[in-house]
């Protein structure tokens, strides 16, 4: 059982349109607020080698992508900590106050305790004007598929590529990407935190649409052979970039590099040059 | 080195006034937003026998209780959950959505992942009126300190009597006595989490004032002698109930059943009965 069949279980608790977006979203006078939050821990999320410094940066970076996502401005994040050595504490909230300051947002507070293994949870909190907002849901038929960034450059660096270390530990949230995406009519949104294709998987549900890549249009990892390279893109986890669905004439958005990689679709499929994908890419897994 | 030390440590990155109260506040409109996060897990806070659902009710209540001692309204509450076991999710999510909805609140979503050890970080917010919010540092000398309920019931469960176990598993955050706190002219608040006298520390250090209880006043355990029920009633920890200080000529507060247990002071001491209190209580503690 993977988080996906597992969330899929507690929609009859919290509600389904609790649990198909980023962030929950809640009406705050003429606005959203929109709230997200993030457990990782050492063995599963922090590659060996990374400082703390960089890890309460990255504790933070996932949470603001989510907050990035919805086409948001972060304000607050809270983070919770469970140190296996206390003397941790001082490096990790350093870094999580840099990565909020780098996206104009504050470390406001947290919580501390002891564990076993180093536990982090981050939870963020953000506002977006309320025709502005943007959900998984939005998507149409004729619109066109971009991303931000890289994706697979995370997963190269964890693979040992050295160029790609730092989009490894030290993702950037896509703060000014995600509300230039929102201002710009994009129609839909998400971050890439699991592969796009698990991404295309979700927006495909929650908007109803089917989704056409080409591979020609691809950016790629240089100097990296295919089949690898095209595997990495799709595939590849780690890379809080975004990807957005937009209008045709609504592209390119000012301002913002991103490349169109493939058109949404009428029919709920999932297709790469004609051919359609399986349903994987990072996700943890219950055995 | 316990908690209170490590936060001392990082009051340089994160600010003196973010880490004073119970909650963060953000500005928002004419109104505070209050916001708080706490990290619990199975070995050291969630006693043996309770079922999965008390467990999630437990995570939920020690939140929504900050949430109130700011003589706030909880509004949306997240918790990430990293499960040794899957099949624990539904009940504790269950539980969770429980405790929100009594204090109408709203589970509005989560993170899962996979843990050794069964860890819920819940975080939560909350609003309140620009001019009703309760700090931990506006008490001034000669308001009243009154607390709800019965501090020490909870440790007395743990300790093994079943009439309080109950206090112990199933927490009930004060949301309505905490906002008849603020709207009655309560000065400060905070809840009883640690203790009475950690909790008095803390009011005293962000309020530049002293305490002088009088044990006489005490509400006591049922049939406990002293100096057993004492103790218990000073430095038991979590009841989850509210401590506040407030002008005599505002007790008693309609419609919440709270009892004086002493007078804020010039001086910065915490007395009881004249005597010195030494700072002990439920603290997590380094060796």
Redesign the interface.
Known sequence: ?D?RA??D??RM??GEK??TDD??V?A??DRF?V???????EM?DFPAGMTDHEIGWMAAAVTLSDIASMGAEP??L?????LDR?ER??GI??GA?DCCRSVGA????????????L?I?S?A?GFVAGDRILRRSGARPGDLVCVTGLPGAAEAGLKGDPRFWKNLITPIPRVREGIAFAEGGATAMMDLSDGIVLSLYDLSRASGVGFSLDPALFPRIPGMPDPEATDLFLYGGGDFELIATIPEDRFPIPGVDATVIGVVTTEMAILSGGHPVPPRGYA?R?E
Chains 1, 2 share one sequence.
């Open positions: 059982m988080d597992l969330l279980g507690i608790i919290v609790e649990t962030c929950s809640l705050v006078g607020l709230m997200t939050t993030d457990m990782l821990h599963t304000a607050d809270l983070m919770a900590v469970g206390p504490l001082a909230t350093d106050a504050r470390l406001a507070g947290g919580d501390i305790d002891r564990h076993t293994e536990t949870v939870t909190i943890h219950w």
